[in-house]
């Protein structure tokens, strides 16, 4: 897809084609209805009814005395437009404001006074000088502008990735990095413009390309861009310069058209039916059945009649065959099963010619297997099915199916005949208007890709792997008639629990594109092997056929590599260029008067003295300390010394070393001074001489890469209020009263001086990261690119006090410890490749691009994702298969160099359906988020809110043109596969990184969109859909055993005002709190067994834990809590909030499927993408 410019030349305005309609041929479904006797007491019709098309006009019946019309012709082929046609094949116009499913442009992308310490010296200009190689103030700039398209197979220089070396600036860095060819900024012409609708993006306007950023860059919002008027809903979008907005605005709640049916019943165009379109409601939870409308199987337009089905006369279905015509060859229906597999008898013809018997199906529900197949086949846990094994949604790879009307064939056939709810959840077609409560008590499983058994049990796990698509399009074409994103999200450090690893001395790779052995590749015989990437025949080294494991020589297929599609290597010489790096940590510290007030500096002693010896490391670990205010203060902890000394350097404009050593110290030998340290910092500091509120971070952070220019390492930063002394001194920039407004400013960094400081530290190989614990606004945007460039981190505590939060205390104090302990990979690139046809454009998270493909990651952890969006440059015919692989190359904590290499394999497939069942939509929102942040960042939050519904509609819209007109009417129909899509962006409408309307402080907008791009997807998911379960009704059925203790499992409710009832408790888990929800109809007993308390009322309103009781519900409750921590890094606080607090917003602002004053309700957005399907 590629981006164009609107012909007028002005940005934001939307140009999309009506949807398609009139019919839409199709061939007729295998296993049609057959005509059907009269009912008792009925007239059979006159002429036999019969149609060729899905959802076009019925033929008129033969007269007397004519044949009727053949169907099909004699060789098989249907009648009909061609395949391009079913799925709106025209080329769609060019438009900006829609998330691309692929792109070569960029989405737009980043108290008491203590002694004093012994031996304190004020160190002046001269007395020592920098030591070390000469350090470069900034990058260098004037790249020339990139014109490489992207090579994702092209052969690297060298036979090996070599140790990076400490270098300067060399490379494009930032963030979020597009690489490829020059945007195409002509106009397309020849397509009528639409302000309705939106189908492929145009390119953001005024493109250049940024030396600085190495990448293309936009021009300014525009400005003319209009504000609702206050107390009214936010729009998706505001007026355009031509007068019309972007995209039409959110429907009111007012209005017949987008009325909300009162909650607990159902809207007037539903049919009462005992389950919810086919989800039985015994699979819901009993707490929640008295409030769940009751959802018919089947939907019904309002205002047509509704017949009962006995006084119906039996009909056909659209696919039918007429009577006396030959039966022609049926095409494969949707996964690739032959058809009628499992039905009725009159429902289950034989095979045409040319299919495959039926003997290896998988049967259909309560019917008996055929010969050597299981009587049940995989589906993914979900309302009506319970969870199977080796679900796969997409049919076999490299088959060209013809199933674009397949999903309705068989909703029709089986709704005709009262049978929906047997339908597999992968082939039925769920109306979302009726669907009211999508989540479900069971997890959301990711899609398992359609491979071979031997590929699929090797295939990369999802906790580090994954791809938007679990089947990858054939061709571009084809992705851009299902108007999906491509992309894929890595976790590529993630903490495992079996990890393979080899030291070996040769490492196989490929000669061309140096992809690792796998167990994707193919075995040409014992000495030669197959790339899977590039498909070029390699020979393979004697010693691969060596088994590591029995000690013993044979088939190549037994070693490690060719079993795990994630294995680590232990590299041998040739991968360094000079000795590994030890682990170095460096603290920076704020010590200006606001934070000592704060008391932070006592809980990150004690914490650091406890966890000191946990420190990553070996024998040659250092660690050092800074702190600062309006001047720099250094520590020397040589091991000849008996106390520490501290060192003043007052000339924060131009800092400087004091010391030639001794400011880093070893970590081993001089313990007994960092101890004594660590007991003194937290009161030396609070004399009256030092009462300083200056904050010189900028010249710390100078000194800090000056001090390990030499070695690299790691450098914490904790600060406390923004910088206002030396360079990089800011100023507060936020208006509290424009929190709410719709357009959200001083998102991009106030100055550059972080972010070069961040790329000159990259290049000596060190990584900062920062811990924000601020009361008031500290510039988030700003200080943040401090550590975006170099593989740092962003924690953010705001409002933090020792006193006055310890909500704040406990999570910092918890993310502090995992921050000290979790595992470190210094030194480290990666590089992702891909199978020939296809290309890496952009990346997203915190990293520095040092080529068109590598990044380079100064510290790698195990917190850190990454993603990454893919184009289809060519077709991918050479193979049934293709892959993703990523290898991480870095140095462990004990000196070692090591790479870790994961291998995603994917089917590729001609069937735009199979291509929409394989939707991995967690995977989607992840990615779509990640290029709404950029889009927010580079030209507007309102642009980026558009561009992301409009990715729903079109996503819903290319799956309801294979659907026939009938269910489309009036309808929200969704696959299976997308069935929760509208619910996450919607979601992601309401996170305070996109929201308008809601007062949001520009430092918290900042730090959620830097975890919509850096975090882990399961982590970013629980931010955007928290986990909501009620707690006052813990047994010990369906509970899991861990340990002979049996862990209660309540089930999972839907996110709204109607799961929460006041005469219970309820616990919602958001990832970095838990709240725990107390409803004032509470029952004493409860109060009593739990929190220790007589009643409701007696309750203290911020409670932060639970005492810890011996009685069965206190033991439960806690028990279940201790389970929901132990799934994540760190270990969020616990709060208790009342129902009548005065802070039950922060839980109530969770419900994200509730209208709001400045949002809709998850139903009002369903009809708003019926409104924008109908445009």
Sequence with gaps: MSWNQPPNGQPGMMQRPPMPGGPVSAPPMPGGHISAPPMPGQQPPRYPTFSHSVSGPMLRPPLPGQHPPALQPSDGKSIGPPPSNIAGGMKPPQNQNTFPP??????????????????????????????????????????????????????????????????????IYSNTTHVGPPLNLTPTNSEPSSLNTSRVPSP????????????????????????????????????????????????????????????????????????????????????????????????????????????????LSSNAMAPGMPRAASAPTALGYPPGQGLPPHLNPAPGPGLPPSANTPPGPNLPPGPGVPPRPGLPPGPGAPPGVGYAAPPAPGLNHNTQNSIYGVNNQFSSMGLQ???????????????????????????????????????????IFRCTLSALPQSNSLLQKSRLPLGILIHPFKDLSHLPVIQSSVIVRCRACRTYINPFVSFIDQRRWRCNLCFRANELPDEFNFDPVTKSYGSPERRPEIKSATIEFIAPSEYMLRPPQPCVYLFLLDVSYTALQTGYLQSFCEVLAAEIDKLPGDSRTLIGFITYNSSVHFYNLSEELSTPQMHVVSDVDDVFLPLPDGLVANLQGSRALINQL??????????????????????????????????????????????NTGPGKLQNREDPNQRASSKPANLQPATDFYKMLSLEAAGQQIAIDMFLLNTQYIDHASLGGAARHCGGCLYSYPGFHNM?????????????????????????????????????????????????????????????????????????????????????????????????????????????????????????????????????????????????????????????????????????????????????????????????????????????????????????????????????????????????????????????????????AFLLDTGTYLYLW??????????????????????????????????????????????????????????????????????????????????MSYYEFLQHIQKQQKS
């Design 102 to 171: 692929t792109s070569i442009g960029r989405f737009s992308s980043h108290p008491g006074t203590a002694p004093p310490l012994p031996s304190v010296s004020t160190q002046s200009r001269g007395d020592y000088s920098a030591q070390g190689p000469p350090i470069s103030n900034g990058a260098p700039s004037g790249f020339p502008p990139m014109t490489r398209p992207p090579q994702s197979n092209a052969p690297i220089s060298g036979s090996t990735e070599l140790l990076p070396a400490p270098y300067h600036g060399k490379g």
């Design 204 to 315: 953001i306007p005024n493109q250049h390309f940024d030396a600085l950023e190495g990448q293309f860059r936009s021009g300014t919002p525009n400005s003319n861009l209009g504000t609702p008027p206050p107390g009214s809903p936010v729009p998706l979008s505001t007026p355009s310069p031509r007068g019309g907005p972007l995209r039409p605005n959110f429907p009111q709640a007012s209005g017949s058209s987008n009325w909300a049916p009162p909650r607990g019943h159902p809207p007037s165009n539903l049919v009462s039916s005992a389950n919810m379109a086919g989800l039985g409601n015994s699979n819901f939870p009993s707490t929640m059945a008295a409030q769940q409308p009751s959802s018919p199987a089947l939907y019904q337009p309002a205002g047509q009649p509704q017949f009962p089905p006995v006084s119906r006369p039996p009909m």
């Design 421 to 463: 709810n047997q339908v597999p959840l992968e082939l039925r077609t769920f109306n979302l208007l009726q669907e009211r409560n999508i989540l479900t008590d069971s997890p959301v499983v990711p899609p398992v890709p359609n491979l071979p058994d031997h590929l699929k049990r090797n295939n990369c796990s999802p906790d």
């Design 678 to 723: 660590l007991e003194q910092l937290p009161t030396f500091h609070q004399d009256e001489y030092y009462k300083d509120d200056g904050s010189a971070l900028g010249a710390a952070l100078q000194a800090a890469v000056k001090l390990l220019s030499a070695s690299g390492g790691r450098v914490t930063v904790v600060q406390t209020s923004i910088p």
């Design 804 to 1064: 006055h939060n310890p909500a704040e205390v406990e999570r910092f104090e918890a993310d502090l410890k995992r921050y000290l302990n979790r595992k470190i990979g210094l030194e480290a690139v990666m590089r992702v490749r891909c199978t020939k046809g296809l290309a890496i454009h952009t990346f997203h998270g915190n990293f520095f691009v040092r080529s068109t493909d590598l990044l380079s990651l100064p510290n790698i952890n195990p917190d850190a994702g990454f993603g990454m969006q893919v184009s289809i440059e060519d077709n991918l015919t050479d193979s049934p298969y293709a892959a993703f692989q990523a290898a991480l190359l870095y140095t462990s904590s004990k000196g070692e160099r090591r790479i870790r290499v994961h291998t995603l394999c994917l089917p590729v497939t001609t069937s735009l359906t199979d291509i929409i069942n394989s939707v991995d939509q967690q995977a989607m929102i992840g990615l779509l988020a990640k290029m709404a942040v950029d889009r927010s960042i580079n030209t507007a939050v309102s642009d980026a809110r558009e561009a992301l519904v409009n990715a729903c509609v079109d996503a819903l819209g290319a799956y309801g043109a294979t659907l026939g007109n009938q269910q489309r009417m009036g309808a929200v129909p969704s696959p299976y596969s997308l069935r929760l899509l509208p619910l996450y962006v919607s979601a992601m409408l309401k996170h305070p990184s996109l929201r308008l309307g809601v007062s949001t402080k520009t430092d918290d907008r900042v730090h959620a969109m830097d975890d919509c791009k850096a975090l882990p997807l399961s982590q970013l998911m629980l931010q955007l859909v928290p986990e909501l379960y009620p707690v006052h009704i813990l047994t010990d059925e369906g509970g899991i055993l861990k340990e002979d203790i049996v862990i209660p499992q309540p089930p999972r409710l839907a996110l709204n005002s109607g799961s929460i009832d006041r005469n219970g």
């Design 1078 to 1159: 107390v409803g004032s109809a509470i029952s004493p007993t409860f109060c009593s067994q739990v929190f220790n308390r007589p009643d409701f009322s007696s309750l203290e309103d911020g409670l932060c834990d639970l005492p810890e009781l011996e009685n069965e519900m206190s033991e439960r409750l806690r028990l279940f809590i201790s389970h929901l921590t132990d799934r994540k890094p760190g270990s969020p606080p616990l709060i208790i909030v009342r129902e009548d607090s005065r802070n039950r917003h922060v839980f109530i602002q969770y419900m994200i499927e509730d209208k709001t004053e400045s949002s």
